[in-house]
């Protein structure tokens, strides 16, 4: 079975702080690929890294890095010294090989930076 | 500029009323995704469809129905018999990739309300 879970359903920061939000994900397949979203008040869905499950280079842009461990089955993402802008909901998605492209996304987690 | 357009932002519906929702896009993709949003949970898929005049029902396809007789154009129509239907609507749509690896783009999302 495809899964993918979100643990913390909530986070609340104080601006500046880091913060770390979990994934954790299940999948048979080899192939496989993971993502993140942004989900700002407004509704839409900002992508945010797509990583396939051949690459498990971490990568940093900027105030955002992720962690990509195949042996724990997590990709977690982290953001450095949070700012208010980046209260959103966050959710990871999982994407197995094939042709339907079908995206299973976790539960998501809501992010609150406060001032 | 590209993307994805869907219509109306809001939508209200008294019960017993079939609605549908529009989701346009101009970026020459061919696959498409309605997704289903509640709050507190992630992205469930409704329908997909990776070519016109083709459509495959996804999770919770159930009350719900799909056309794509336009390559630019995904409508969904939220029947009397979906139970519950009040919820946030995500379009979206796939390019496709060497190796089939894709990108999605979403919509700014349609939320409905049954009175």
């Known amino acids: 079975a495809q899964k993918v879970t979100q643990a913390q359903t909530e986070i609340s920061v104080v601006e500046k702080e880091d913060v770390t939000l979990d994934c954790v994900y299940e999948?048979?397949?080899?192939?496989?690929?993971l993502f993140w979203y942004k989900q700002p008040p407004s509704g839409e869905l900002v992508f945010l890294i797509r990583?396939?499950?051949?690459?498990?280079q971490n990568e940093i842009s900027g105030r955002y890095s992720w962690n990509f461990q195949k042996s724990t089955s997590s990709f977690n993402f982290t953001i450095t010294a949070s700012q208010v802008v980046d209260s959103a909901v966050y959710f990871c998605?999982?994407?197995?090989?094939?042709?339907?492209?079908?995206?299973?996304f976790g539960q998501g987690t809501t992010l609150q930076v406060k001032p | 500029d590209g993307g994805i357009t869907q219509s109306p932002k809001y939508l209200f519906r008294k019960e017993g009323q079939n609605v549908t929702l529009s989701c346009e896009q101009n970026?020459?993709?061919?696959?498409m995704y309605w997704y289903r949003q509640d709050p507190g949970q992630g992205l469930r898929l409704i329908y997909y469809?990776?070519?016109?005049?083709?459509?495959q029902k996804g999770d919770i396809a159930e009350g719900y129905s799909v056309s794509r007789e336009k390559k630019e154009s995904f409508p969904l129509t939220v029947t009397s018999a979906q139970k519950n239907p009040t919820a946030f609507y995500l379009c979206?749509?796939?390019?496709?990739?060497?190796?089939?690896?894709?990108?999605?783009?979403f919509g700014p999302g349609t939320r409905l309300t049954v009175l």
């Open positions: 979206a749509s796939r390019d496709y990739l060497a190796g089939g690896f894709g990108s999605w783009f």
């Open positions: 999948t048979r397949d080899t192939t496989y690929y």
């Open positions: 990583r396939n499950s051949f690459d498990e």
């Open positions: 998605a999982l994407r197995i090989s094939g042709n339907t492209g079908k995206l299973i």
């Open positions: 970026l020459n993709h061919d696959a």
């Open positions: 469809s990776q070519i016109v005049n083709d459509f």
